[in-house]
């Protein structure tokens, strides 16, 4: 699924690193029984590459610094390993997104052996969960990776993994997930690039309406922009993962909210996003934004309003503003059963 939060007006981003979980299909050659356990394997063609990623524009990181929490993991240049398996409850791709210790939290229920991880570690580091979805065979898996010279630099790339050639995999539906930690420099947006497994599981919104306030520093003027643009939402369950592709153009001239976040949907619809970065609609030092979203229409129309998380400070710039959005694209289609089962 290779997006970019750039293609639908912004930019997403997704680093990668290198998961030996379990799934796909490939063309079967030969099947042995395994002489130690008796568990039935075969041996696989490489199966087709999946579509190369694009990039999904939104400004993000850099240097990861290990915070609070034990992280006791494999790491790849900046990218930490916090968890990966073959097998997932989650059976759609999926990406979840942490930015705070109460997004952070949610995904703990579903992952017990995630490490402890503060308000302070999120302070310069995001943590991002990909769930690769439904594989009818083993050697599959998910793949995290930087790409420093895509959009300006600090692109997490997150790639599908298949079965090498001539590989001996499990006959056996597979569910692949890896989840890591990324450094976010200076609290800035989190880009994303996506895999075509992935891209297909967002569905687009258009922005119509929208309206966004720019308050606070010394003077104490408030600036207001149109805003316009794009959405693309990714849901699991009680879960709905934004990416954000938002322009604006204002006094001060033009401004973009490119950022990516998960939050939680209640039975009624109502999103709640513990922290959206606010891009260039608040000018340095600023505060990040809450939001609280509101599905309608057997989700076909979505309406948002900002908030700024910290009260208004004389040295600091915070906002405020609301969108209405309308689906362009019908629901992705689930490709396994019970994909909608709770982590």
């Known amino acids: 699924m290779k997006t970019t939060v750039r293609n639908f007006g912004g930019a997403l981003i997704l ?88 997004t952070y939290a949610t995904l703990r229920q579903w992952h017990e052996q995630l490490p402890p991880l503060g308000a302070d570690f999120f302070k310069a580091n995001a943590v991002v969960a990909a769930y690769l979805g439904q ?70 919104y258009k922005v119509g309406a929208g309206e966004f306030t720019r308050m606070g520093g010394f003077a104490g003027r408030p600036e207001r922009s149109k805003l316009a643009g794009e959405l693309r939402i990714m849901r699991h369950a009680q879960l709905a993962t934004v990416f954000f592709a938002l322009e604006g153009t204002g006094a001060e001239g033009k401004h973009a909210l490119q950022d990516v976040a998960t939050g939680t949907v209640t039975p009624e619809g109502a999103l709640t996003l513990a922290r959206v970065d606010p891009g260039s609609f608040v000018p340095p030092p600023r505060h990040p934004l809450r939001a609280r979203g509101q ?27 609301k969108l209405e959005a309308t689906a362009t694209a019908p629901p992705p289609k689930k490709r396994a059963a019970g994909g909608d089962d709770p982590m």
């Open 15 to 102: 680093a990668a690193l290198v998961l030996n979980a379990t799934g796909a299909s490939a063309c079967t050659v030969k099947t042995r029984e395994d002489a130690g356990n008796g568990q039935s394997t075969r041996r696989t063609q490489p199966a087709q590459p999946s579509t190369q990623p694009s990039t999904q524009p939104a400004p993000l990181a850099s240097p990861v610094s290990e915070g609070e929490g034990n992280l006791e993991t494999k790491v790849s240049g900046e990218i930490k390993e916090l968890a990966a398996g073959g097998f997932s409850s989650v059976k759609d791709a999926f990406v979840f997104v942490a930015r705070d210790a109460q």
């Open 135 to 204: 594989r009818s065979s083993g050697g599959y898996g998910v793949q995290f990776t930087r790409d420093d010279a895509a959009a300006g630099g600090n692109v997490l790339r997150v790639s599908e993994k298949s079965p090498g050639k001539n590989a001996i995999t499990t006959m056996a539906l597979t569910y692949a997930f890896r989840i890591v930690s990324v450094p976010v420099k200076d609290e800035r947006p989190l880009a994303l690039a996506l895999d075509a497994a992935w891209q297909e599981a967002a569905r687009p």
């Open 295 to 321: 599905f309608a229409e057997g989700e076909n129309k979505f309406s948002l309003t900002f908030e700024v998380l910290e009260a208004k400070v004389n040295d600091g710039y915070g906002g405020q503003g």
